[in-house]
């Protein structure tokens, strides 16, 4: 029956910003096929139980990091006879975004050998075609970041303007002049001062904001 | 064993402008299930021969339609328990443009009933989750025509500049001033003037235009 029916499975790009760095978790695979190589977190699709592929994104994101994430985007389906060697598969590849803040306690939360991986010097070897996927996942994260409220899910609940204009620097690589981000901001009326809430060192501490859920920044590109 | 192994298949959203109208290619079902209901072209991933789910989409297309589209794109992966009553089911989604004058030899190249349906006037019922499929289809699409070059695979190989306008509106759904979209055509190096080439009445003939494959037009949201 094996020929029959293909395998099929989610995939899931978590990405985050450490260090001004834009990263994804990998997981270090224990078993074969490609045991040691590094491989985006996953899980194959159970009918029994998932009532859809997301369910299956986000089982697979809980059984391996422990993560829940509020925001998973389906980002495109794999498929082939050549893409695992357990036979025809059909890979759904999602992406989320974690903030930076949650980022560390992820790494070790199971006995499986997990790292933020820098995008731009991922790992070796990476399994499967899970390269490819780490490429689209990016691309599309960037794409989506310079229109979308996506950043803030890269962001604290609480931050500073300055770490707001850092995320959107990391995650599109492109440097952004201080001014006038500032200056599209200032009619954002969803983002919301906190109103004595301060961050950082006595001589020059720096105002807190936060988003209401249905914040739209738009960049231009 | 059908519990346990879910159907895949490719569903396919071909557009085409008729009668400043965009419509979606609809095909009347032969059999049960929905015997009767109007569903997209779609066909059941064969592991054994299809090298992708988009050579599934593209084997659908020219079995159903006889139509081979240059363009094809994954939309999103519908899964579920309940989409369909032979078993779980993951269906892919593809959208498709056909130039309006390939779209009326499609009508009737099978003996199945089928229809260029208006997208904002369904024909009725729809089968499955179809008309959910529709949606997002048309929703991605009016996303990318505004900043791609999709609008070229909707018009023929020689056009007026009246064309392109009518079909960027169609799509969009929103009217474009006359002056301002030539303008912004006028440093358009992709876009070829064909001189000596005219079309229409004695009065007032239009120029023809080409577009070269790498054309990108980027329209103001």
Request: proline share 6%; no cysteine; hydrophobic share 45%.
């Amino acid at each position: 029956m094996k020929e029959l029916f293909p395998i099929v499975a989610a995939d899931v790009a978590l990405f985050t910003v450490l260090e001004e760095t834009l990263r994804v978790l990998l997981l270090q695979r224990d078993n074969e096929p490609q045991a040691g190589a590094w491989a985006l977190p996953g899980a194959l699709l159970k009918p029994e139980t998932d009532l859809s592929l997301e369910h299956t994104a986000r089982r697979a994101l809980a059984a391996k990091t422990r993560v829940e994430v509020p925001h998973l985007e389906q980002v495109a389906v794999f498929s082939g006879p050549g893409r695992d060697p357990r036979g025809y598969s059909v890979g759904v590849l999602f992406y989320a975004l974690l903030p930076a803040d949650q980022a560390p306690a992820v790494a070790g939360a199971k006995a499986m050998d997990v790292a933020w991986s820098d995008v731009a010097h991922l790992k070796r070897p990476i399994a499967f075609d899970h390269r490819e996927m780490i490429a689209l996942a990016t691309t599309r994260l960037r794409q989506k970041v310079v229109q979308l409220a996506l950043p803030l899910h890269l962001l604290p609940a609480k931050f500073t303007l300055t770490q707001l204009q850092s995320v959107f620097e990391t995650v599109t690589g492109k440097p952004l002049d201080k001014s006038s981000f500032r200056r599209r901001l200032r009619d954002e009326k969803n983002l919301v001062k906190l109103h004595g809430e301060l961050e950082g060192g006595a001589n020059r501490p720096a105002q807190l904001y936060r988003a209401i859920s249905s914040f739209r920044f738009e960049m231009k590109s």
